[in-house]
């Protein structure tokens, strides 16, 4: 249960510091934006644990950054499909 809460609070944050450090307006809601979090968290935990800095002495400095790039790359590729969602795509 509290590693559910876990990943929620910690997928609000990351999503929410990618949010801030793109450049321009993401038309997402929050949902999204916690979600993206999250699968910017799993995801720069896996690429961490490849290039084999995941665990270290001290605060895992190199993770979080990969965590918020991702979120970041996550964000940037789906905010336009989002915006984009149910306009008609045929011609006048």
């Known amino acids: 249960m509290f590693q559910i809460l876990w990943s929620l609070i910690a997928g609000l944050v ?3 510091l990618a949010r801030l450090l793109l450049p321009g307006k993401q038309a997402i809601p929050v949902w999204l934006t916690v979600l993206l979090g ?6 720069g935990n896996g ?3 490849w290039i084999g800095v995941r665990h270290t002495g001290g605060v895992d400095w190199i993770r ?3 965590q918020i790039g991702v979120a970041m790359a996550l964000i940037a590729a789906l905010a ?3 915006a ?3 306009k008609s795509h045929t011609r006048a």
């Open 38 to 43: 999250i699968a910017g968290a799993f995801l």
């Open 80 to 82: 336009p499909v989002w």
């Open 84 to 86: 984009n969602r149910g």
């Open 14 to 16: 990351i999503g929410g």
């Open 47 to 49: 690429i961490a644990s």
């Open 64 to 66: 979080h950054i990969l």
